[in-house]
DNA sequence: TTGAAAGCGCTAACAT
DNA sequence: ATGTTAGCGCTTTCAA
């Protein structure tokens, strides 16, 4: 089962590939009954382009590499369908690789889609990363680089992300407004900005509530619901909360747990606010108050991003995508 | 800032691109010494492979195309994971696109891949695939194929599926087993052979028990939360169930819903099984009783499979990976 | 408006 | 053990 090519298309229709070719791409300078005759003979004959000869000939390619941390996380395949959304129409095609929150494994995927040629690269950071010359070598090869969430600021691209600051500022607010006396935080690594952002809202609010950010009342590092659990524990015992704002659902999930545990009331006598609006953060008892992220949005502003940059190059903006927060039962006090 | 190519290694070490091919393949015919230079050379100089190049000359690349309904769901993104597990380290690529559960886009993926030259295809048919030509050319182009879980039978392949009919007998019969007398099912559409396989499984447990298959305790293609909803509702209008096996989780998550909203007791006055034990499942009040898919598991068996395709062509083994039934507070019955 | 010719970077048969 | 040569399928100058 051979496959058509444009030299069979040439033949049957005693032309020169060259004008198969061109006609094909639509070009202006092939007459339009020749343009005609061909597309017609090349449905006929099943044509299809072969992408990779065509690619290699013009030295780029429309495929489009995608690098995640992991891809069974709600935010982030939903980023990936935003950005389906807007490049498949487009005609360029998605390639997705995880780096599993691996340095190593962000290098490898970065090296095995420069082999690949792909025409731009799409990137949110692992947590691991702390060394960036691999995405140099993206930026020095002159490949589109559209970084989004989990972003390095000091590497020249196009950068999309969430409002992580609003979002905490308005989930802390939200919670003084309810009531609470003593809101802790759970916060991430805040050598990530994403996480800081989150911890910088979180101050904003308590300070401008007129009372000061307690360290006892703080706790780095506890995005898992392990951690949350444990985390929660620890700040309960030594700075006697009265609500919290943790910096993902998991790890509210696992304040819930300890809640539970010592049987307090909420959101009566413990208030609770998580960040991401996972699915099951209005599934679970009671339904969890979190702040949303948008990420189906903001897949469709990364790929037009990466789609301006593209045609136009040294399309630098760095794009802010609103976070809204969502009161639920887990926070609204009477 | 210019790409080096297997040329520019071959000037300096004043040998041919040939020798420099063949050594950066690991071929024997070429003397250790050079081999070692020419690697030696070509990390110098930085060198990486155009995938590109190398695929349009062999008539055949390492990538290998995947197509899924969606990325966002739990079953899928799992399998994802599996399969890059086995597939990254043995140098393949996968390319990873969705149908959306949608004929044409479905169509279109393959279509793309095609185009692309891939390896190899793993597929997961869309629910309104009724048309399997764009499949059939797949085969014909001497592609391996590699189906699982929403799977064509007729259609010569390598296939994966999962044991639904012993993960649905097994959580009917543990339904029975608790006492429970009158126990509906609400399936998927029948149409795909994993929801038939439900009814089965379902079927072959309520016969086993000297009961018959009542059509009024039985409700097709509710897979939804709002179906579930619905559907129990009905199914409890005209048959007074104490127990249902859902097909999938989200129906039962409508069906909690329903009892709640009628106060029955869970799981002293209703039971529920629910399917695929979605992370939710077990953070839900109560917690849901439920079959485990072991998709990451489904996603190892696929790649391999792939691989020996890739290989040694013509393996078209089909392959049945167990379920699991969890059962938590949803179904226990003292 | 079309053709001729070259070449993208690589691999593989066929020498030597 | 290495070199020569040809060509994968396409695009794109340059020429006519």
Redesign the pocket.
Known sequence: M?????????KEL????????????G?????????ELVTQKAKELG????????S????KSDTIGMIVPRINRHFFSNVISGVEEILNPAGYTLVIVQSGENLIKEKKAIDMLLANHVGGIILSLSVQTNTYQHIETVINRGIPLVQFDRVNLDIKSSKVLNDNFTGAYLATKHLIKSGYQRIAHLGGARSLKAYDERFKGYSKAIEESGRLIEDALVYENAITREAGYKAINQVMERANPDAVFCAGDYSALGVLDALKEKNLKIPEEFGVVGFANEPFSELIHPTLSTVEQNAFEMGTRVATAMIKNLEGKHYEEEEVIPTRLIVRDSSWKK
Do not use: F
Not at 2 to 10: G, L, P, S, V
């Open positions: 051979k496959r058509i090519t444009i030299n069979d298309i040439a005693n032309v020169t590939p060259s004008t198969v070719s061109r006609a094909l791409a070009n202006t300078r092939v007459s339009v009954k020749t343009r044509y299809q382009q072969n992408v990779i000869a065509a290699l000939r013009k030295g």
